[in-house]
């Protein structure tokens, strides 16, 4: 009998001690209740929220600015630079796109535009301003957008901060044969006329090293000379 009442007074203990973690997480499920199912309320109206956002009212609104973008790139096409900035008097330009539709790829895209018309424009410094605005993970447009802002700075006499971003083109995608040779070769030329001799050479040789096919390899053996690494 002795063996008998040792066996039963562990599952004893052990159904009090389940039924007590029962009852206290029964007390505070009564207690906790209701702030954690508006908790959890609110991250469902969150999450929803954004989902809906994203197809409701984003989604809607790109479709928009990509309508209203189009006919400003078609006057980017045929050089009618002012027209495709500020639109004409049926449809909204670069500008009108950034302003009315911000957060959208299109009014991004818009900016880089913008910069571009500006630059040929000659208005150097609100390129600036909207090419440094613009940012796009496609390296080829992000390389491009690099290039021209080098572009404005260097119009601007800016030559310091003209070099650093064509050498920022000029290594962003180096498969790019044909862009990255002629930032590179515009940073070596730039550093020549600041004097920056050894940072010209190093630039040429890597035009001619890296891109030996390229229309600037052709004679940038010429430039290598008045520097006196070709004799």
Do not use: C
């Not at 562990?10 to 009090?16: A, Y």
């Not at 447009?141 to 601007?156: K, M, N, P, W």
């Not at 800016?158 to 070769?185: I, R």
């Amino acid at each position: 009998m002795a063996t008998e009442v040792k066996h039963e007074q562990p599952v004893s203990t052990e159904r009090n001690h389940d039924q007590h973690v029962v009852e206290r997480a029964q007390d505070f499920w009564t207690k906790y209740s209701k702030p954690l199912m508006i908790g959890l309320t609110a991250v469902v109206l969150i999450v929803g929220g954004f989902f809906a956002y994203n197809r409701f009212v984003k989604g809607p609104e790109e479709v928009k600015a990509n309508d209203a973008a189009w006919k400003a790139q078609e006057y980017y096409k045929i050089d009618s630079f002012r027209l495709a900035l500020n639109g004409d008097a049926s449809t909204p330009g670069f500008l009108k796109v950034i302003s009315r539709y911000s957060g959208t790829k299109a009014a991004n895209l818009a900016k880089f535009y913008a910069g571009s018309s500006y630059l040929q424009l000659g208005d150097f410094n609100n390129a600036v301003k909207y090419l440094k605005d613009f940012s796009s993970d496609a390296k080829l447009v992000q390389l491009r957008a690099t290039g021209l802002l080098g572009d404005a700075y260097a119009e601007l006499g800016k030559k310091e901060d003209a070099v650093a971003q064509y050498k920022k083109a000029g290594t962003m995608l180096e498969s790019d044969d044909f862009n990255s040779p002629e930032y590179l070769f515009r940073a070596g030329y730039l550093s020549e006329t600041m004097n920056k001799t050894e940072d010209a050479i190093e630039l040429y040789k890597q035009v001619k090293a890296k891109y030996p096919n390229s229309q600037r390899a052709y004679d940038i053996d010429k430039y290598l000379a008045r520097l006196g690494e070709i004799k």
